[in-house]
Each structure stands twice: as structure tokens, then as C-alpha cells.
């Protein structure tokens, strides 16, 4: 297998000057043993992150073969880093288990999705981070080292950005196997945004999209059922696949090169799909939908309470700046965790998605939002596109400095360094 030659939202290549591919643990620690001194190095999961986490100026690593899961006695499942999450939830379905969250679409590795603070929505349970009970690693002289539940260094590991080293095997929490019923409620606008609050609250399970020039709002929301499923899998899938591949990849190729039409279809995509909606699924299947059409992504993690005026604020600016935009805003949520480098550190969050199929408009856009939400503490997503500075990052993650401090202590060569990471910490 060679290494990926581009990122999902084909933003980003990759050209390492060297890759690898190790066949077991073993074989990793050996690589680095015997990796030249000053040789960097990066880890590439599924190359699903638009930020640049991912890209190695020197060894890039694949972790395929690392992909075994192995069920323990206690709830918990042993994974390995490469195992992708939708091995995880085909394994864990099969022996009656299930993550308690997951995002919207499961082609990521464990460790890569892990390692960047990935989430879903829900205020009842935290990212897929939090789920981490301990995990492996190799450092960056080789040695295979392990961080129990209960090591001082695992709060800054878990959502670790790829630089402790190169994680090889997770463990992780999980629940009995659930089914959800989903519901999808289009509400006006203004009604959707006051009624959010409580509806956060209320259901396990929530979010909401809004397509901007439009003046209705969908939300999603899941409540556990013992109902049977009512769509066969496979249907689902292919309706979405194929709406996502065909219908909506045309409308976007539309508005990228008449992006004054962008308001019209989205008044066009709302009329037609934002419609009311139940289903009864498991909950891996009901919480995740099939790929999107490819298109950009800037996400901040703001304060709970901060919700309803970071969203007035965000259709204000597209409105009054006569910004097109061609895809959904999302708002998803989030509990408080107590990882050092997640978005949703220390405080309850809602993570608000700002999305745009390629357009003349897509700069001018994430500068905006950029400014917008990081004006109210919004945190970046490590996985999205990313403009950051080091003072930046100290001043919206309040352990940042500390995770620095851990991250110089476990990698004292800067091994695992690269663009993004010296973005994000300043120099090694
Ligand atoms: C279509 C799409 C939908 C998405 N949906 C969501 C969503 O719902 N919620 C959300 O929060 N995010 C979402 N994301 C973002 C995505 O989950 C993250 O970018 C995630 O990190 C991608 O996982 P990956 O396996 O592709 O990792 P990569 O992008 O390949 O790598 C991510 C980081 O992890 C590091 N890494 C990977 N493996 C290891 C390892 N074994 N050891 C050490 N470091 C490692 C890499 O070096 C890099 O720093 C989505 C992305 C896409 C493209």
C-alpha cells in the first residue's frame, strides 16, 4: 500500500520523503530505533483531517495492519490504532456493545480520530477521547510504552495531536448495544434557536443545521428506543450516497461557478429535504451519515451558554456581508472534558460547524467565523482548517503551556514536530 496521496477534501498532499508501513508493534519500534536522528516523523490515520495534523517532513507512517480489536471481560474493547471506526462498531455490534458517541461519518482511524478531539453531539457523553481508559505508544527512541487509567500524562495524551509518539493500541470504553430514534423537526429560525437551549438538554442526542438564506432551521434529535429499525441499512446508505454523490455535488458545482444562485439552491435543498423525518436505527447507523459531498470545514468549540448569540451573530454577518454560502451551518454539543488539548476542556460546548463547498466566498467566510467565534473563546478543531499562533492556543486552552512542557519531556528531539504542531506549540 502506498502512502495517500492526497487528504479527503484533496486541500492537502502528501509527498514524505520516506514511508512505512510496520506490520505489528514490533516491527515499529524497531523503525524508530533505527530511524536517523533528526529524521521527523508523523503518523497518517485515514487523511480525513483538512489541517495539516497528518503531513510528515520526513517518515510518514501507516498503521492498516495495526487494526485488531479484541473484546474485554469488563465493557472494555483493546483497539488497535489503525483499525477504522467502522471496524470498531461492526466488532462491537456483533458482541452486543456500542461507542456511547460517535461523528458523522466513520472512515477515520481510532487514533487519528482520537488525536484530534473528534465528537459527536450530545451533552451526555464526551468526544471519542474521553472514552479512552489507556492506551500504548511508541516513543520517539522506539521504546513501546503504556499510560494506564490512572497516569498523570493521560489527560494531555488522549487528545494528543500526534506528539507523545505513535499510538498503536487504545482502550476504550463502551455501553450495550442501543437503538435511537431519530427525529427531524424543521422549525423557523427564530424558534429553532430559542428552543435549542432546552432541547440540548432534553434529548440525549442533538444538533441542528442551518442552511444559510434560508430562514427555517433542522433539528436532529435522538431519544433510545426498543422499536425495530425501520430503514433496511443498505437503503439508507444508497439514498444518502447517492443524494450526497450526485444531487448535491452537482449543486455545488453550480454555485461554485454561479455563486450568486448559492441562496436560490439552498432555499431549494431546505423546501426539499428539510422536511419532517423518524426512523429507528441502531445507534452507529442513526448517529452517522454516508460521506458529504467534498467542501471545506472551520469549526469552533465556544461556550454552551454562548450558543444562541454566536448563531444570530453568524447569520448576521452572512447576511449583512452578502456572503454565499452553499452548505449547512452545524451546531453539535458537548459536556465538559478534562483532556488538556480538547476543545471542550473544562467547559460544556457547542461545537459550530462552518462549511463551504468551493467558492469565490470561501476565505472571506472562515475569516469571519474565525473572528466571530474566536471573540467569544471559540476553539479551533485540530482536524479543520486551522489558522492559529502559540499565544493564540495559550489563550483559548488554559493548559496549553503545560501540554507544551509534556510534549518537549516525552519528545525531547521534536521527533514528531511538524508545521501544524509548531503552529499550534512554537518551536520544539
Ligand atoms: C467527511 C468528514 C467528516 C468528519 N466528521 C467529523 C465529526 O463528525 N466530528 C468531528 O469532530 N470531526 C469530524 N471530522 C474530522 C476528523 O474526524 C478528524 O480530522 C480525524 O482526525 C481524522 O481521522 P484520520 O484517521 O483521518 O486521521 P488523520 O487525519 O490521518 O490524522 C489526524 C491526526 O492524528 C494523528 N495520528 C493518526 N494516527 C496516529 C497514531 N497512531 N499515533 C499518533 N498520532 C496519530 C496524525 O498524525 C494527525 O496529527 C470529519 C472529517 C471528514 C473528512
Partial sequence: MNPPARNWARTLSFAPRRWARPGDEAELCALLAAAPAGEPLRVVGSAHSWSD????????????????????????????????????????????????????????????????????????????????????????????????????????????LGAFGVLTELTLKTVPAFRLQEVLLPLRWEEAIERLPSLVEDFEYVKLWWMPHTDEALVFHYTRTDAAPTVPALSRNVDEKLINGVVFTALLAVSRFLPAMAPLLNRLVQAVYFRPQSRVAPSFEAL?????????????????????????????????????????????????????????????????????????????????????????????????????????????????????????????????????????????
Fill in 53 to 160: 495534523a497528518a503531513v510528515s517532513e520526513g517518515l510518514l507512517v501507516g498503521l492498516d495492519q495495526l487494526n485488531q480489536i479484541e473484546l474485554l471481560p469488563d465493557g472494555l474493547v483493546k483497539v488497535g490504532a489503525g483499525a477504522r471506526l467502522f471496524e470498531l462498531n461492526a466488532a462491537l455490534d456483533a458482541a452486543g456493545r456500542a461507542l456511547p458517541i460517535l461523528g458523522t461519518v466513520t472512515a477515520q482511524t481510532v487514533a487519528g480520530a482520537v488525536s484530534t478531539g473528534t465528537h459527536g453531539s450530545s451533552l451526555r457523553h464526551g468526544n471519542l477521547a474521553s472514552l479512552v481508559h489507556g492506551l500504548k505508544l511508541v516513543d520517539h527512541a522506539g521504546r513501546l510504552r503504556e499510560l494506564g487509567q490512572d497516569d498523570p500524562d493521560l489527560p494531555a495524551a488522549r487528545v494528543g
Fill in 288 to 428: 452517522t451519515a454516508a460521506m458529504p459531498p467534498i467542501h471545506h470545514e472551520v469549526e469552533h468549540s465556544i461556550p454552551l451558554v454562548d450558543t444562541v448569540p454566536a448563531l444570530r451573530e453568524l447569520r448576521g454577518m452572512i447576511e449583512r456581508e452578502g456572503i454565499r454560502v452553499n452548505f449547512p451551518v452545524e451546531a453539535r454539543f458537548g459536556p465538559a472534558d478534562d483532556a488538556w488539548m480538547s476543545p471542550s476542556f473544562g467547559r460544556a460546548s457547542c461545537h459550530l460547524g462552518t462549511y463551504i463547498g468551493e467558492s469565490p466566498d470561501y476565505k472571506r467566510y472562515f475569516a469571519g467565523c474565525t473572528e466571530r467565534l474566536r471573540a467569544l473563546g471559540g476553539r479551533p478543531h485540530w482536524g479543520k482548517e486551522l489558522h492559529i499562533d502559540p499565544d493564540t492556543v495559550r489563550r483559548l486552552y488554559p493548559r496549553a503551556a503545560e501540554f507544551g512542557d509534556r510534549v518537549r519531556t516525552w519528545d525531547p528531539t521534536g521527533r514528531f514536530s511538524n508545521p501544524f504542531l509548531r503552529r499550534i506549540l512554537g518551536p520544539p
